[in-house]
Every structure is written in C-alpha cells, then in structure tokens.
C-alpha cells in the first residue's frame, strides 16, 4: 500500500533573498503577481492552502525537545520562505504549477514534493490529507 496521495502536493518556496535588488515597486508588482497566481489556483480548486513563513522561529532538538536555540539558520538562498498545499492529479501537474512561481526570475527555487495520506510509522491519516478529502 502506497503512502503518497493521490493528488496531494506541496510546493516549498525556498530562498528568502530573492527580491534583494528589486525597487519597491518592482516588488510590489511581483507580490502582486504571486497573489494573483494563489489566488487563481484557489479559485480553480488547486491550491489548498498556503501562506510565507516568518525569517525567524525556533529550532527544537534533543532528547525531549530540551534543546531550543533561535533558528533556523540555513542560507537564506535555501532557507524556506512559504508553501502552498496543492490538489492536483499529477506530480507533472504539480511542477508546471511550480514553474508559474512569480519569484522563479528572481533566484527563488520551488520544491515539489507528494504529501504522504498516512504516516508511514502509525498508519494514521495526516492533517493534510484530511484536508485534501475533505476539499474533494
């Protein structure tokens, strides 16, 4: 039995620097582009969710989650910058939705990846895929 949807996938949005450079208003209308991009696939039933995240937060390790330290620290041309959650039918759907990303010409790289219906550890159905069925 597989573990991956059948038509759930994320898009991760990595690199936080890619408008460095840009005037404000060439930022402006390339935000403005990229809301307009969610906001179409939202209309046609294919983006779930998603939202940028914060530069800041932190990073939880160690045995019991005692570790805590201010994070993440990846570069910020890998470090994740948002997501959306997408309901498609194919992996191929999904990448030529990634390759729309407005930040794409900018140095921003998106990564697709399948979201799992079931823990493969517990056999439980995961949030996401709830979501997903409960969309469909």
């Not at 940028?52 to 041309?77: H, I």
């Not at 990846?113 to 709830?130: D, F, H, I, K, T």
Request: glycine share 12%; proline share 6%; charged share 25%.
């Amino acid at each position: 039995m597989s573990t991956e949807t059948k038509n759930g996938y994320m898009l991760i949005f990595r690199g936080t620097d890619w408008h460095k450079g840009l005037s404000p208003e060439e930022m402006q209308q390339v935000s403005g582009r990229w809301m307009a991009w969610f906001k179409r696939l939202t209309e046609q039933g294919k983006a779930v969710a998603g939202n940028p995240l914060e530069r800041e937060g932190k990073v939880v390790s160690g045995k019991n989650g005692r570790v805590v330290a201010d994070g993440p620290f990846a570069e910020s041309k890998e470090a994740i910058g948002g997501y959306f959650l997408l309901k498609v039918d194919s992996l191929d759907e999904a990448v030529a939705i990634a390759q729309e990303c407005p930040g794409l010409p900018y140095g921003a790289k998106v990564e697709v990846r399948p979201v799992m219906a079931q823990c493969p550890l517990s056999g439980e159905a995961v949030p996401e895929a709830q979501l997903m069925e409960a969309t469909a």
